[in-house]
């Protein structure tokens, strides 16, 4: 409470006091039971709020005092620094602003600047200027934060999205939050400038319209083909300099700060700053897309070899350019993504078809099959000839989904099949004219009526006895041409490869999406003296 002091100036025990008497106040020890924020960079000064026990029922321990200060201790109790602090009377709290320990260059690299970064830094409030309270609360300076990443760097606008950034000097700290500010759209592209000769030229007279012509309906995969080029549906943008905050945590597994983005209901582009305080932010170099919900339009290709490395194309709607997209082909309790990139122009995702693995595994075992034969046949005895692979709809058939954060995915169930590599045995006729231009028929198994892509590569010559080889992609003269494929066998017809001067051997390969070829091939031989012989050429 207060006291009134009043001074004699005689010695020994006086009786002359003086008139005017001072008030003099005596206190409980106030103990600091909360500082808003718990941390601050020792670099930085920043605004601390310092809030005290107090009993129920009572008034606040702390009042205005001209003389308090408070005290800040390192974790071996030595005194940091001291800094005053006022009374805010309205909150009831001592509100300071915490000292800078850099050095005239900016680095924490002075001995106070180390002890002061250690963990274990505490703070104490003495009102009087000189006697700290001995209840400290635990008090954190920390430095310069290292962001390294965000990832991802999307999510749609129904939010959900779990955002972890990471980084260096990171800590646990109840102040995390980003602030997300919505930027301006971007100016739609400029319409590309006429040619010379398109500007001298003279205005054509509009032609008349012809009535359009009557829509017939669409069903299997012309209707897929008709969705895809749909327009994408209008969705609301987000409001240019609205500002967002979404509180964080520290990942004490992964060392990052982890955040759940909400849903916006609208799209658009945000800039990104950090706090572990509450009141210094840090702007991140990354931006943050939210983009609209995607739906999945259509597959170019719809199937492709079971062995993979076919390219694949899924249309989409909502689609935006994304570190993180990914295409997972999944079926049962199998699953696997690929790593996706965007196609602005096509409006697309693209892919790499991966190997299946329920188609691979029936192989293996149809390989260990074979090969069980292989060894029971005597010596010089004809080796078993490979057979056809079969696979059911559980081997070959997957289910295709989209995601540009690897996070959210989609559920349109569109699917997609990897087909066995077709399996050649024979070729008629087996050799042509050295200009190429023979009509043959290609005879096998899992040959697909239609279109395919037939590869012929030329060979090196073999020595005699010895089994043709096929050379390494890429590395040997190769033509791809189309062949219609019908009751298990396909019609082409032989190219020409340029220069050829005597005859060699071709290996003839097909392809099951007309992109990745099998291993099973046949030999063509384009003969010089084929080129003398009788019609044969076409």
Same mark, same amino acid.
């Given at each position: 409470?207060?006291?009134?002091?009043?001074?004699?100036?005689?010695?020994?025990?006086?009786?002359?006091?003086?008139?005017?008497?001072?008030?003099?106040?005596?206190?409980?020890?106030?103990?600091?039971?909360?500082?808003?924020?718990?941390?601050?960079?020792?670099?930085?000064?920043?605004?601390?709020?310092?809030?005290?026990?107090?009993?129920?029922?009572?008034?606040?321990?702390?009042?205005?005092?001209?003389?308090?200060?408070?005290?800040?201790?390192?974790?071996?109790?030595?005194?940091?620094?001291? /800094?005053?602090?006022?009374?805010?009377?309205?909150?009831?709290?001592?509100?300071?602003?915490?000292?800078?320990?850099?050095?005239?260059?900016?680095?924490?690299?002075?001995?106070?600047?180390?002890?002061?970064?250690?963990?274990?830094?505490?703070?104490?409030?003495?009102?009087?200027?000189?006697?700290?309270?001995?209840?400290?609360?635990?008090?954190?300076?920390?430095?310069?934060?290292? /962001?390294?990443?965000?990832?991802?760097?999307?999510?749609?606008?129904?939010?959900?999205?779990?955002?972890?950034?990471?980084?260096?000097?990171?800590?646990?700290?109840?102040?995390?939050?980003?602030?997300?500010?919505?930027?301006?759209?971007?100016?739609?592209?400029?319409?590309?400038?006429?040619?010379?000769?398109?500007?001298?030229?003279?205005?054509?007279?509009?032609?008349?319209?012809?009535?359009?012509?009557?829509?017939?309906?669409?069903?299997?995969?012309?209707?897929?083909?008709?969705?895809?080029?749909?327009?994408?549906?209008?969705?609301?943008?987000?409001?240019?300099?609205?500002?967002?905050?979404?509180?964080?945590?520290?990942?004490?597994?992964?060392?990052?700060?982890?955040?759940?983005?909400?849903?916006?209901?609208?799209?658009?582009?945000?800039?990104?700053?950090?706090?572990?305080?509450?009141?210094?932010?840090?702007?991140?170099?990354?931006?943050?897309?939210?983009?609209?919900?995607?739906?999945?339009?259509?597959?170019?290709?719809?199937?492709?070899?079971?062995?993979?490395?076919?390219?694949?194309?899924?249309?989409?709607?909502?689609?935006?350019?994304?570190?993180?997209?990914?295409?997972?082909?999944?079926?049962?309790?199998?699953?696997?993504?690929?790593?996706?990139?965007?196609?602005?122009?096509?409006?697309?995702?693209?892919?790499?078809?991966?190997?299946?693995?329920?188609?691979?595994?029936?192989?293996?075992?149809?390989?260990?099959?074979?090969?069980?034969?292989?060894?029971?046949?005597?010596?010089?005895?004809?080796?078993?000839?490979?057979?056809?692979?079969?696979?059911?709809?559980?081997?070959?058939?997957?289910?295709?989904?989209?995601?540009?954060?690897?996070?959210?995915?989609?559920?349109?169930?569109?699917?997609?099949?990897?087909?066995?590599?077709?399996?050649?045995?024979?070729?008629?006729?087996?050799?042509?004219?050295?200009?190429?231009?023979?009509?043959?028929?290609?005879?096998?198994?899992?040959?697909?009526?239609?279109?395919?892509?037939?590869?012929?590569?030329?060979?090196?010559?073999?020595?005699?006895?010895?089994?043709?080889?096929?050379?390494?992609?890429?590395?040997?003269?190769?033509?791809?041409?189309?062949?219609?494929?019908?009751?298990?066998?396909?019609?082409?017809?032989?190219?020409?490869?340029?220069?050829?001067?005597?005859?060699?051997?071709?290996?003839?390969?097909?392809?099951?999406?007309?992109?990745?070829?099998?291993?099973?091939?046949?030999?063509?031989?384009?003969?010089?003296?084929?080129?003398?012989?009788?019609?044969?050429?076409?």
């Amino acid at each position: 409470g207060m006291v009134a002091l009043s001074v004699s100036f005689e010695e020994g025990v006086g009786d002359t006091f003086t008139t005017s008497a001072i008030s003099l106040r005596y206190y409980k020890e106030p103990e600091v039971t909360r500082a808003l924020p718990q941390c601050s960079p020792a670099a930085t000064p920043t605004r601390v709020a310092l809030k005290a026990a107090v009993p129920a029922g009572t008034p606040g321990c702390y009042f205005a005092s001209p003389d308090a200060l408070a005290f800040f201790y390192d974790a071996d109790g030595g005194v940091l620094a001291t /800094v005053r602090a006022e009374y805010d009377e309205a909150a009831d709290e001592l509100v300071l602003t915490t000292p800078a320990f850099s050095s005239g260059s900016g680095e924490l690299t002075t001995p106070l600047a180390l002890r002061a970064l250690a963990e274990g830094a505490s703070v104490r409030v003495a009102l009087d200027g000189q006697s700290p309270a001995r209840g400290a609360h635990v008090f954190r300076f920390y430095a310069p934060l290292e /962001v390294e990443d965000l990832v991802p760097r999307c999510g749609p606008t129904s939010g959900g999205t779990r955002v972890v950034i990471t980084g260096s000097t990171f800590f646990d700290s109840p102040h995390v939050s980003l602030r997300l500010t919505v930027l301006e759209p971007p100016p739609p592209p400029p319409a590309p400038a006429p040619s010379e000769d398109e500007a001298e030229a003279p205005a054509e007279a509009p032609a008349e319209e012809a009535p359009p012509p009557a829509e017939e309906p669409a069903d299997g995969e012309a209707a897929e083909e008709a969705e895809a080029v749909d327009l994408e549906p209008p969705i609301a943008q987000l409001e240019p300099g609205a500002v967002m905050k979404v509180d964080g945590a520290y990942d004490k597994r992964g060392g990052g700060y982890a955040f759940l983005i909400p849903s916006y209901g609208a799209v658009g582009s945000l800039s990104i700053e950090m706090t572990v305080d509450g009141v210094n932010f840090l702007p991140l170099p990354a931006d943050y897309a939210v983009h609209p919900p995607i739906s999945v339009k259509g597959l170019d290709p719809q199937r492709a070899s079971m062995s993979g490395g076919a390219e694949v194309r899924v249309r989409a709607t909502g689609l935006i350019s994304s570190a993180e997209a990914r295409i997972a082909f999944l079926k049962g309790s199998t699953r696997i993504e690929q790593p996706a990139s965007y196609d602005a122009e096509g409006r697309c995702l693209i892919c790499t078809a991966p190997a299946w693995t329920p188609a691979l595994a029936i192989k293996e075992q149809a390989d260990a099959a074979l090969a069980s034969l292989a060894a029971e046949v005597e010596e010089g005895g004809e080796q078993p000839a490979p057979q056809p692979l079969e696979l059911d709809e559980a081997a070959s058939d997957s289910i295709i989904e989209v995601s540009l954060n690897g996070q959210q995915w989609t559920t349109d169930c569109k699917h997609f099949t990897f087909a066995a590599d077709p399996l050649i045995t024979s070729i008629e006729p087996p050799s042509g004219s050295l200009e190429g231009g023979d009509a043959i028929k290609i005879a096998g198994h899992n040959i697909e009526d239609g279109e395919l892509k037939v590869r012929f590569t030329k060979l090196p010559p073999t020595q005699e006895g010895c089994a043709p080889v096929l050379p390494p992609e890429g590395e040997a003269e190769a033509v791809t041409v189309v062949a219609i494929g019908a009751e298990g066998a396909a019609d082409v017809t032989t190219p020409v490869f340029e220069d050829a001067a005597e005859a060699f051997e071709a290996a003839v390969q097909l392809s099951a999406d007309g992109q990745v070829y099998g291993s099973s091939f046949t030999v063509f031989r384009y003969d010089a003296a084929a080129a003398k012989g009788k019609g044969k050429k076409k």
